[in-house]
């Protein structure tokens, strides 16, 4: 068999468009490389001729998105000397601070709103030994908390607010192009604090740039550390489209949102910290934001899981939901190829899953002829 090196992580991989250095300590998962899978079932319920494939982010290391952001992130940490992180979260960036911390052999400090968070993303911060500390109050009170709290004391911010962040993140778009052979037509992203979809328009505009397309205009998201800070191009490059839930959906608001409300509890955020940055996506990319209902995010999650065998949270589900309506009233024509990014993974949060399930469980007596009964009710 033809020898084929292992994986050992993003920042390997793109280690010339990273800002790290031949001698950096790499703090890695073999985060990264995640499938794009194209969907067989799902299109052909919208009657319209699409391609739509997903990202699933859900199988990076922690289970989100957060991993490629938070390898980057720590890498830099430990570089620069520091022994300690802190994040606000609403559950996956502590979840990947914990694991990236206890790889790195720091301390990670972890705000999460008390009770609004999914329990798996829970587990995670614990069971890494972040010191947790749950505030009666919801994310966006963290991050002014936390914000306060970078000032003078010592340790490293991990949120997204962090540049290091999005450096990591942008390697998602890197990975699509290589995988499609050119962008998409359409990235459509759930939206909370306006991080990943910032982060993916770094990526494509770093990507197209390199490709060696015509540089027309400024990179104003990089804050100097991409290797083309200098300028980004128009090419190349899909309209980016970001959902918010209904309940916490600033960007459709025009305005911050001051007591957000959702199911997907991962995006209960009312005030994005990359609000400018995400407008400018949107502006340049020629895309827009929309919002889903709660019960439109948890049907497309539930469509996914049972048409697809693709489980992700309900968060993540938003991308999808948003983009089967916009297929559906023509704003994204048919002939589209379309990215939807599943930001996690399903088992992140068991419990909204089994609340809406319909598919009952059935205790039988432990007998041949029972679980034969069943079977026979059942097929499809
Ligand atoms: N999807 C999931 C599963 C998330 O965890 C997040 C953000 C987003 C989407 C939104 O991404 O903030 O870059 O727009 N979660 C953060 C956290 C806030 O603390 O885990 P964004």
Same mark, same amino acid.
């Given at each position: 068999?033809?020898?084929?090196?292992?994986?050992?992580?993003?920042?390997?991989?793109?280690?010339?468009?990273?800002?790290?250095?031949?001698?950096?300590?790499?703090?890695?998962?073999?985060?990264?490389?995640?499938?794009?899978?194209?969907?067989?079932?799902? $299109?052909?319920?919208?009657?319209?001729?699409?391609?739509?494939?997903?990202?699933?982010?859900?199988?990076?290391?922690?289970? %989100?998105?957060?991993?490629?952001?938070?390898?980057?992130?720590?890498?830099?940490?430990?570089?620069?000397?520091?022994?300690?992180?802190?994040?606000? %979260?609403?559950?996956?960036?502590?979840?990947?601070?914990?694991?990236?911390?206890?790889?790195? #052999?720091?301390?990670?400090?972890?705000?999460?709103?008390? #009770?609004?968070?999914?329990? #798996?993303?829970?587990?995670?911060?614990?069971? @890494?030994?972040?010191?947790?500390?749950?505030?009666?109050?919801?994310?966006?009170?963290?991050?002014?908390?936390?914000?306060?709290?970078?000032?003078?004391?010592?340790?490293?911010?991990?949120?997204?607010?962090? $540049?290091?962040?999005?450096?990591? &993140?942008?390697?998602?778009?890197?990975?699509?192009?290589?995988?499609?052979?050119?962008?998409?037509?359409?990235? +459509?992203? $759930?939206?909370?604090?306006?991080?990943?979809?910032?982060?993916?328009?770094?990526?494509?505009?770093?990507? %197209?740039?390199?490709?060696?397309?015509?540089?027309?205009?400024?990179?104003?998201?990089?804050?100097? @550390? +991409?290797?083309?800070?200098?300028?980004?191009?128009?090419?190349?490059?899909?309209?980016?489209?970001?959902?918010?839930?209904?309940?916490?959906?600033?960007?459709?608001?025009?305005?911050?949102?001051?007591?957000?409300?959702?199911?997907?509890?991962?995006?209960?955020?009312?005030?994005? &910290? %990359?609000?400018?940055?995400?407008?400018?996506?949107?502006?340049?990319?020629?895309?827009?934001?929309?919002?889903?209902?709660?019960?439109?995010?948890?049907?497309? &999650?539930?469509?996914?899981?049972?048409?697809?065998?693709?489980?992700?949270?309900?968060?993540?589900?938003?991308?999808?939901?948003?983009?089967?309506?916009?297929?559906?009233? #023509?704003?994204?024509?048919?002939?589209?190829?379309?990215?939807?990014?599943?930001?996690?993974?399903?088992?992140?949060?068991?419990?909204?899953?089994?609340?809406?399930?319909?598919?009952?469980?059935?205790?039988?007596?432990?007998?041949?002829?029972?679980?034969?009964?069943?079977?026979?009710?059942?097929?499809?």
């Amino acid at each position: 068999m033809p020898f084929r090196p292992r994986y050992t992580g993003l920042i390997d991989k793109y280690r010339d468009r990273l800002p790290v250095h031949d001698d950096t300590r790499i703090i890695s998962l073999g985060e990264g490389n995640t499938p794009l899978i194209r969907l067989n079932n799902v $299109p052909a319920q919208t009657g319209k001729d699409v391609d739509i494939y997903v990202k699933y982010e859900g199988l990076n290391p922690t289970g %989100s998105f957060k991993d490629r952001g938070m390898t980057m992130a720590v890498t830099k940490a430990v570089e620069e000397g520091s022994r300690a992180i802190i994040c606000a %979260s609403t559950g996956n960036t502590s979840a990947a601070a914990a694991a990236y911390a206890a790889r790195a #052999g720091i301390s990670a400090f972890v705000l999460i709103p008390d #009770g609004k968070i999914a329990m #798996g993303k829970l587990a995670q911060a614990m069971m @890494h030994g972040a010191v947790v500390i749950q505030i009666k109050g919801n994310f966006d009170a963290g991050m002014q908390l936390v914000k306060e709290v970078g000032k003078d004391a010592p340790v490293t911010i991990v949120n997204s607010i962090n $540049p290091y962040r999005l450096q990591g &993140q942008k390697t998602a778009a890197f990975e699509i192009i290589e995988e499609l052979g050119r962008a998409p037509d359409f990235h +459509c992203l $759930p939206v909370g604090n306006a991080g990943n979809i910032t982060a993916h328009w770094i990526g494509y505009c770093e990507y %197209s740039s390199a490709s060696g397309d015509h540089v027309t205009e400024a990179c104003a998201f990089c804050q100097g @550390h +991409c290797r083309f800070a200098g300028g980004a191009v128009v090419g190349n490059r899909p309209k980016m489209v970001g959902y918010q839930a209904a309940g916490s959906a600033p960007f459709m608001r025009g305005e911050m949102v001051d007591n957000p409300e959702t199911v997907a509890t991962a995006i209960r955020i009312g005030h994005p &910290q %990359s609000w400018d940055q995400a407008w400018k996506v949107s502006e340049e990319s020629g895309g827009w934001f929309d919002e889903c209902s709660d019960e439109e995010i948890l049907a497309a &999650q539930k469509l996914l899981a049972e048409r697809e065998g693709v489980f992700c949270e309900p968060a993540s589900a938003t991308s999808l939901a948003g983009a089967l309506r916009d297929i559906g009233n #023509g704003k994204i024509p048919e002939g589209s190829s379309v990215v939807c990014t599943l930001t996690g993974h399903g088992l992140k949060d068991p419990d909204t899953a089994i609340k809406q399930s319909t598919t009952p469980v059935m205790t039988v007596e432990a007998t041949l002829e029972s679980v034969k009964s069943v079977i026979l009710d059942n097929l499809a």
